[in-house]
Each structure stands twice: as C-alpha cells, then as structure tokens.
C-alpha cells in the first residue's frame, strides 16, 4: 500500500517555525517529485512548493518564496519543507503528494491526509 505520512505540524505564534515532514511507506520516493500543497478553511486547495526526484529543481509560490524550504532526502525517504518567518496567512492543512513531475498543480497521484499548522499569537 502507498502511503505518504506528513508530520510537523502545530500551533506557533507569528514570525516562528516549524519543519514538517513527509514520509513514504509501501514505496521509494526516489523516482517520485514531491509537492507540498496547504489548503485554509474556505479557500481552495494551492501549491506551495515542489521538488524534483533528484532534489536538483525547486519551484515555490510568491507567497512563500524566501521563507520556506523544501528538501528531500532519499535515503530517509522523506521529504522536508521548513518554514520560518510565518504569519497567520499561512494557517492551513498542509499536504504533500507525489508524482512525477514537480509542479505546482493539484493533479498529483498520490496524497497524504495532511497536518494542521496554525500561526497564532
């Protein structure tokens, strides 16, 4: 079964950070690209970041440019997407997919049941 696990996330106050994580189980994340999206209450799902299998190409929404990370480590088999200077706009269930391609789109293939981050003073 192909699962990918997301973790890391919770309740911080603005301008903090948190580091979450996505994990790959049933499968090897080495030939996948991986995306972060978030989606808040009321809003439609968005892509935040991706990253190729290699890990060589990066892509991030304006939105998060400059604050966030996203890296992957193969041998883990996982992926991280570390997030600083957050403000309370960034309050949303975060998930990640997997495909082939890294893109910022929703039509991944495969997703994670997400993980809550709230920013919150």
């Known amino acids: 079964q192909l699962q990918l696990v997301e973790s890391g996330g919770g309740l911080v106050q603005p301008g903090g950070s948190l580091r979450l994580s996505c994990a790959a189980s049933?499968?090897?994340?080495?030939?996948?690209?991986i995306g972060w999206f978030r989606q808040a209450p009321g809003k439609e799902r968005e892509g935040v970041s991706c990253?190729?299998?290699?890990?060589?190409?990066?892509n991030y929404a304006d939105s998060v440019k400059g604050r966030f990370t996203i890296s992957r480590d193969n041998a883990k088999n996982t992926v991280y997407l570390q997030m600083n200077s957050l403000n309370p706009e960034d309050t949303a269930v975060y998930y990640c997919?997997?495909?082939?391609?890294?893109?910022?789109?929703?039509?991944?293939?495969?997703w994670g049941q997400g993980t809550q981050v709230t920013v919150s003073s």
């Open positions: 990253i190729s299998s290699s890990g060589k190409s990066t």
């Open positions: 049933g499968f090897t994340l080495d030939y996948y690209a």
């Open positions: 997919a997997a495909d082939r391609l890294c893109r910022l789109s929703r039509d991944y293939d495969y």
